[in-house]
């Protein structure tokens, strides 16, 4: 069992810039892929970012060049530095975990782009 804390969200003006943090406890998340995605109501989550075991990552293209994922697998930590934010990225962010069939979530956590 693998529990999930997501923290670092809130109010950002357009332009800015906020770092998400993903803690993990229950076991190690060497072996996990770790993700983040988010949500807007009555639309379904999507993947923002994605880092796996070894490093290798993806990017939703919303937000290339723009929002960093990186992994401490000593920590058991996960972060996503989110730059240039728009008012489109106002969304109720989720961290992720994943091996094979088992699958973490985090509760989410609101970030607010003002316009």
């Known amino acids: 069992q693998v529990f999930v804390e997501e923290s670092g969200g809130g109010l950002v003006q357009p332009g800015g810039s906020l770092r998400l943090s993903c803690e993990f406890s229950?076991?190690?998340?060497?072996?996990?892929?770790l993700a983040w995605y988010r949500q807007i109501p009555g639309i379904s989550r999507e993947l923002v970012a994605d880092i796996q075991p070894k490093g290798r990552t993806e990017y939703a293209d919303s937000v290339s060049g723009r929002f960093t994922i990186s992994r401490d697998d000593a920590k058991n930590a996960a972060y996503l530095e989110m730059t240039n934010l728009k008012p489109d990225d106002t969304a109720v962010y989720y961290c992720?975990?994943?091996?094979?069939?088992?699958?973490?979530w985090g509760e989410g956590i609101k970030v607010t782009v003002s316009s």
């Open positions: 992720n975990a994943k091996w094979w069939s088992s699958e973490y």
């Open positions: 229950g076991d190690d998340i060497g072996m996990y892929s």
